[in-house]
């Protein structure tokens, strides 16, 4: 920034986001941080107790204490198979590997199809963290607007198409998360999932699905999910135990054809996801305990939205906010009479950690919005720190904030890791 320019919160946001170190992942090791409403961290009184699978795991150390197989113990891929059956997902072992979570599965897959100035479609907006795994890949971005039955699949249509007449290069892969989306808890609809399908086979790219928080849902009937839908391996699935089991296991999967699998796994150089974990993995399915500590964070869950909702709607009254039916997150539209990334800032200066929906956009945002994530604090918790963004919230709208203010603020956010 030249001394010529004008200084206003966002660009003094933007530039101390460029200037910043990597994130560190703030927050939970920061005692200022009085109330957590930012990354997907699971419910702690939810975590499960592993002992009895760890004691097994670690009865078998000429296994789990070695190297791993690059595509993941064949055990755990099999029951991966039975459990993302129920979903009406048939696979075979072979279209499975074992991957360090699903951030890990889209890198892979970014290794595999993208070269530098390749395109990618997206939502807008989409999943904060996957914008920086694209962008370390140099990709262009083609983002896409939602509406309540998610992805604009007739807009979407329409630029493939002009693309495609003006002889210019079209995409390589669409990445989105269907269920519960991140950020803004959109369920995308059957017939919006069998017309994208339908786009990729015509159009030629192929489809990531990030499926975290589909078995989180607190109401309604479940769509099946697009890779049930894939007849033709267009659909990459990615899985993960974070949000249903523990972020901490680091146990994800990649559902998708031989050959992708295949290539993927060339690109796979971290000497195989731990065994130790993908055991006791192993052990809780086969067990049957991952159905039931699924029902058992779906019934708390829900009382975390109730609660944020009902704190949104007493404290910040002016914000609109969708109901989703299941996931983490809540996408919370601010007025354009307060800016979300000051709001966020200054938030987070007072002990309120969110996000600005700034993040989760790979462009210029369309929406003046906050991600607040309603998984990781208790809910008689929950209202306090409403309560404290609403104060901060309506001493912004009446007084504005300083420039030495938003300057801090902007220092402090930069630094923030996200999940």
Request: glycine share 6%.
């Amino acid at each position: 920034m030249t001394d010529s320019e004008t200084i206003t919160p966002r660009n003094l946001i933007s530039l101390f986001a460029a200037r910043s170190a990597p994130p560190t992942g703030m927050g939970h090791g920061d005692e200022s941080i009085d109330f957590d409403f930012s990354d997907g961290y699971a419910f702690p009184k939810c975590l499960p107790d592993i002992t009895r699978e760890a004691s097994a795991a670690a009865a078998l150390r000429n296994e789990t204490m070695q190297y791993a197989d690059v595509f993941g113990i064949d055990e755990l891929r099999d029951l991966i198979c039975s459990y993302v059956a129920s979903d009406g997902v048939q696979c075979r072992r072979e279209n499975i590997m074992i991957v360090n979570g699903a951030k890990h599965g889209l890198d892979l897959a970014c290794r595999v199809f993208i070269e530098p100035g390749d395109t990618v479609i997206v939502t807008a907006p989409t999943y904060m963290t996957a914008i920086s795994i694209l962008r370390t890949h140099e990709v262009d971005f083609l983002p896409i607007e939602q509406d309540n039955q998610g992805l604009r699949v007739d807009i979407l249509e329409q630029k493939l198409q002009n693309a495609l007449d003006a002889g210019e290069k079209l995409p390589k892969l669409l990445f989105d998360v269907p269920d519960f989306h991140n950020p803004t808890g959109i369920t995308m609809s059957l017939e919006r999932r069998r017309r994208l399908i339908a786009l990729a086979e015509r159009f030629g790219f192929f489809i990531v699905e990030d499926d975290p928080y589909r078995r989180i849902r607190f109401e309604g009937e479940p769509v099946p999910p697009l890779k049930s839908l894939d007849k033709n391996g267009v659909v990459i699935a990615l899985g993960t135990a974070s949000k249903i089991l523990a972020p901490g296991l680091r146990i994800g999967w990649v559902i998708a054809a031989d050959e992708i699998i295949e290539r993927m796994a060339a690109q796979k150089s971290d000497g195989g996801t731990s065994p130790f974990n993908q055991r006791i993995m192993i052990e809780l399915l086969r067990g049957n305990q991952i159905s039931h500590h699924i029902d058992q964070v779906t019934v708390e869950l829900r009382k975390h939205r109730d609660v944020m909702l009902d704190s949104l709607a007493r404290y910040l009254p002016e914000i609109h906010v969708r109901k989703p039916e299941g996931g983490y997150y809540l996408w919370a539209r601010i007025p354009q009479s307060v800016d979300a990334d000051v709001l966020a800032a200054l938030a987070l200066q007072n002990g309120v950690k969110v996000y600005s929906g700034r993040k989760c956009y790979p462009l210029e945002p369309q929406e003046n919005a906050l991600r607040i994530c309603f998984s990781y604090e208790d809910e008689s918790r929950i209202p306090d720190g409403i309560a404290r963004l609403g104060n901060i919230y309506d001493r912004l709208k009446k007084d504005g904030a300083s420039e030495n203010a938003i300057r801090a603020a902007a220092e402090r956010l930069s630094k923030m890791g996200s999940y």
